[in-house]
């Protein structure tokens, strides 16, 4: 069952769209990740659910109640959505209590004052905060002040939660580790959740979803292994993962597959909607797929190393074919010099 | 690549001991100007004759005499009442202005902003004149609502503590709005969001979030305008004095006359209490800063926010701002705009037949009046220039130093803050009293230069640090790890980054000095004539058509540096 469904939904900012028709559905019990470049309108698309910006086209419902809807003049304001929302800046109250904080919306829905500081106090328990309730905000690390925010959204069970960039304020060995905690905390409390986020590894681990977003429109959609096997276009696959690009001119295209040929070599790959026959190409493969072999053979070039950096579990190293530069990954250390590179065809995508 | 080593170039000699000559030379100066005269009011105070006098003494006889004084004490009360019920009216008022202005739909609003800050701009004794000519006895608006409704007696009256304690609230309300509004601007939007979000309506998230959050700056001008009551001068002088109301500050003023013979003394113990009511406000002010700080360090990103829709709302807070800015702005300064071409005003008196330009021939044929108004401009101008300078000086002996001289810097700039205009006045014709060499400046606009500098210490320096502030200290560290000196990085690293912020401080530092009056009335002697000083002495002689014509000129001074300031986008606030 839909939870939230956004249809044709339009933004502009003065004369600047900022989303050109956007829709998406958000199910019950599943995490939808809104994922793309800064500027691509994934905060934008977040806020105007929340209420916080007005669209000017479009529809957005929550469960079967329209919040928004541009033709009817229709606009719940925020407060009546009943939504939880988890800011990038945590936005908690500076002078109230961690245990006032997560109590305020309650409140609000006018629960007794015996009912409040239990289900508080649950939901503190829930995110190991039982311990500090007393403090105030400044008192609390930045991973300690994300986990209020995030009971302070959830306490009032709203059918739908909002994350904003949630662990964007965390040092990286710590967001990590709440990336995981997320997760685990999504998946048991069955939320239904909705998460904007710009790192591509982010999205993918704590998603069942992603809505890739460029420029204000939805450029692919799917789950985080069709985003990363199976993109559709250039920008997805780029934006997906770490990639080696290769410029030629598209030769041939027979069975899904492209011959590109540049400078020196030609490579076969799988053909997409875009490949045009004679025309310019770009070939993309994951840094990941790039294997090192001893000799010549099939779809392989030899281009030189030049540099090579230990990265702790691997080496990556950086080599030359013409003016193009292309990364791999071994696990152990390369001579300087000339190798032989494999570029397996069903994994190099030509564009 | 095999790359030979480049041999590293030296910095050229660093010359920081000219910086730190500078440096002390700049904290020496400005402490001699803002304690000498101070010290001297103290000693003066402790004196038993004026301190010229052969037969002075050291002793308390001032305070004796003062405190014996039943006026001294209605003076006192008076003040009280007048600085409560202004922070009373203007704290609320400014508030719910400020909220208006920086959270709301209102259409329009950010055309009113100039004119709420109107009465900031002008002279007090100019506006309290304007109140006088527009809405006294027999004042334009009175006589028209009159003859309007016929009715003998207008349903208001100037003269009372209760009516100086609401016009006071009411062009003080720009003090505690800047603050707000700052404020306001300030809070992260994302913690209102959050609590609209968490399903609490506006006026909910305005009671119970950004309400506590602003309150630290509520009190901190509730604390500005509770001191600035009790430095009032301009207004209970005119509008006090016909029923003879007194306070602290018109005390003081008709001490010079009491006695008949220079009574320094005494009124320098009345001077000392001033200063000791005023100073721990100010200390209080300090300590509140910090705590409106305190908000600051958690605090979202600030970013565009949906103003709320005040739908039917609109009208009653778009009629607030039209009455407050009618009776604030409009009525006193048409009052003076119409009274400058009128020399003779009553009852039966046809406006369009008695319009004349007589008061400005007068002022114009008047070599004391041209003096004055050639002054007033030069000291804005030109002493506002100089005024910058030095101040500028004084922002870069303190800038990011933690050093005791820094925090003693901090202090220091506070001191004036804490001695009313008038005083400050007194003080600095006493300094050129006493110290012989000074004497033939008294005469010259430069004492009135420099009482104003010292006087408006605190404001303009805020200006400067909050320039100063704006520059990164990466750009300056970067400065320093090419190996440029303190000195070379503040002329030419610094300096230029703050040029438009020193430009503006400039325009600000202007219309206050073409504002200012009460600083250079015991400065006031041939050669030193400036217009606000002028305006004092003229509305004691009964002069109205002149202090008219004057007090219209004054304001169109201000005006031009508000136009201009407003043309080049500069922020009327800090």
Redesign the interface.
């Known amino acids: 069952m839909a939870e939230l469904t956004v249809e044709n939904l339009h933004l502009t900012?003065g004369t600047n769209p900022i989303l050109k028709g956007v829709s998406m559905v958000l199910n019950r019990g599943e995490v939808v990740s809104l994922l793309g470049p800064s500027g691509s309108g994934k905060t934008t698309l977040l806020r105007a659910v929340?209420?916080?910006?007005?669209p000017h086209k479009g529809s957005i419902r929550i469960g079967e109640k329209v919040v928004f809807d541009g033709e009817r003049g229709l606009e719940v304001?925020?407060?009546?959505?009943?939504?939880?929302?988890v800011?990038?800046?945590?936005?908690?109250?500076?002078?109230k209590t961690v245990a006032d904080n997560v109590a305020?919306?309650l409140k609000?829905?006018k629960v007794s004052t015996g009912d409040i500081g239990t289900r508080v106090q649950k939901a503190l328990d829930e995110l190991s905060l039982g311990h500090l309730a007393q403090r105030f905000?400044?008192q609390l690390s930045g991973g300690q002040q994300q986990r209020v925010a995030i009971a302070?959204?959830l306490v009032?069970n709203p059918p739908v939660i909002l994350m904003d960039e949630p662990l964007s304020n965390l040092d990286a060995k710590l967001r990590e580790e709440a990336r995981a905690w997320l997760r685990e905390l999504i998946v048991e409390m069955q939320l239904s959740a909705l998460v904007v986020t710009h790192d591509q590894a982010e999205s993918m681990a704590m998603s069942d979803r992603i809505l890739l977003l460029n420029n204000g429109v939805i450029e692919q959609q799917g789950t985080p292994q069709q985003m990363y096997d199976t993109p559709e276009t250039l920008f997805t696959a780029d934006f997906m993962g770490s990639n080696n690009r290769l410029p030629g001119k598209v030769a041939q295209v027979q069975d899904g597959h492209a011959l590109l040929e540049g400078a020196g070599w030609k490579l076969w790959g799988r053909s997409r909607a875009s490949t045009r026959n004679g025309g310019d190409g770009t070939g993309m493969i994951r840094l990941e797929r790039m294997r090192v072999a001893t000799g010549p053979g099939d779809n392989r070039i030899e281009p030189e190393l030049t540099t090579s950096m230990f990265l702790g579990d691997k080496w990556e190293h950086i080599f030359h074919l013409g003016e193009t530069t292309l990364r791999a990954h071994t696990a152990a250390a390369l001579a300087k010099g000339r190798h032989w590179l494999e570029i397996p065809r069903d994994s190099f995508w030509v564009f | 690549m095999a790359a030979t080593p480049v041999e590293a170039i030296e910095p050229a000699g660093r010359r920081l001991p000219a910086f730190a000559t500078w440096r002390a030379l700049t904290i020496l100066v400005t402490a001699m100007a803002v304690l000498g005269p101070l010290s001297l009011i103290l000693y003066q105070s402790l004196l038993t004759a004026p301190f010229f006098d052969p037969s002075k003494q050291l002793g308390l006889g001032a305070y004796e005499f003062i405190f014996r004084d039943a006026d001294f004490w209605k003076a006192l009360r008076n003040s009280l009442l007048i600085s409560t019920g202004m922070t009373l009216i203007a704290v609320p008022l400014g508030a719910l202005l400020a909220f208006v202005m920086e959270r709301t739909d209102l259409p329009g609003k950010r055309w009113f902003e100039p004119f709420i800050l109107v009465p900031s701009f002008v002279s007090p004794m100019v506006l309290s004149f304007g109140f006088v000519v527009a809405a006294g006895p027999v004042g334009f608006y009175t006589v028209w609502v009159q003859e309007l409704f016929g009715i003998e007696q207008a349903p208001w009256g100037l003269y009372s503590i209760a009516a100086m304690a609401v016009i006071a609230g009411l062009t003080h309300v720009p003090n505690v709005y800047v603050y707000a509004s700052a404020a306001l601007k300030n809070l992260?939007s994302?913690?209102e969001?959050?609590?609209?979000?968490?399903?609490?309506?506006?006026l909910?998230v305005a009671l119970?979030?950004s309400l506590?959050?602003i309150m630290p700056s509520l009190l901190f001008s509730a604390v500005l305008v509770f001191f600035l009551g009790i430095e009032l001068f301009g207004l209970p002088l005119v509008l006090g004095d016909p029923e003879g109301i007194l306070v602290m500050a018109t005390y003081l003023y008709k001490l010079t006359n009491k006695l008949g013979v220079p009574s320094y003394h005494l009124m320098a113990a009345v001077a000392v209490c001033i200063v000791a009511i005023t100073f721990p406000l100010v200390l209080m002010q300090r300590h509140l800063l910090q705590g409106a700080r305190?908000?600051a360090?958690?605090?979202?990103?600030a970013g565009?926010?949906?103003e709320l829709p005040l739908g039917a709302w609109a009208w009653p807070a778009a009629a607030l701002l039209a009455t407050f800015v009618f009776v604030t702005v409009i009525v006193p300064i048409s009052g003076i705009a119409l009274r400058a071409f009128v020399t003779n005003w009553g009852f039966g008196v046809n406006l369009s037949e008695a319009l004349t330009l007589e008061s400005f021939r007068f002022v114009f044929h008047e070599p004391t009046h041209i003096r004055a108004i050639l002054n007033t401009i030069l000291v804005g101008v030109v002493g506002g220039a100089l005024t910058v300078a030095w101040y500028t000086a004084i922002g870069f002996a303190g800038h990011r130093r933690n050093d005791g001289w820094s925090r003693f810097i901090d202090y220091l700039v506070l001191v004036p803050r804490a001695v009313p205009g008038l005083l400050a006045g007194l003080a600095f014709l006493w300094v050129f009293l006493f110290f012989p060499p000074l004497t033939p400046l008294r005469t010259t606009i430069f004492s009135v230069w420099l009482a104003y500098s010292v006087v408006w210490l605190a404001y303009g320096m805020r200006l400067i640090s909050s320039s100063l502030m704006q520059v990164s200290p990466e750009l300056e560290e970067a400065g320093r790890s090419v190996g440029a000196s303190r000195g070379v990085i503040s002329l030419q690293i610094t300096l230029p980054l703050i040029r438009t912020g020193l430009m503006a401080s400039w325009l600000l530092v202007f219309m206050i000095f073409e504002r200012e009056y009460s600083t250079a009335v015991y400065l006031l002697a041939p050669g030193t004539e400036v217009i606000g000083a002028q305006l004092v002495s003229l509305w004691q002689g009964g002069a109205i058509d002149i202090v008219a014509a004057l007090s219209l000129i004054n304001i169109v001074l201000v005006g031009v540096g508000l136009a201009i300031a407003l043309r080049f986008g500069v922020k009327l606030r800090d």
Request: proline share 8%.
């Open positions: 900012y929340g209420g916080l910006e007005s304001p925020a407060e009546a959505r009943n939504l939880g929302l800011f990038q800046s945590y936005a908690l109250w500076p002078h305020f919306g609000l829905r905000p400044h302070r959204a009032y | 992260g994302d913690v969001e959050a609590a609209r979000v968490a399903g609490a309506s506006p909910r119970e979030v506590p959050l305190k908000y360090t958690i605090k979202g990103k565009r926010m949906k």
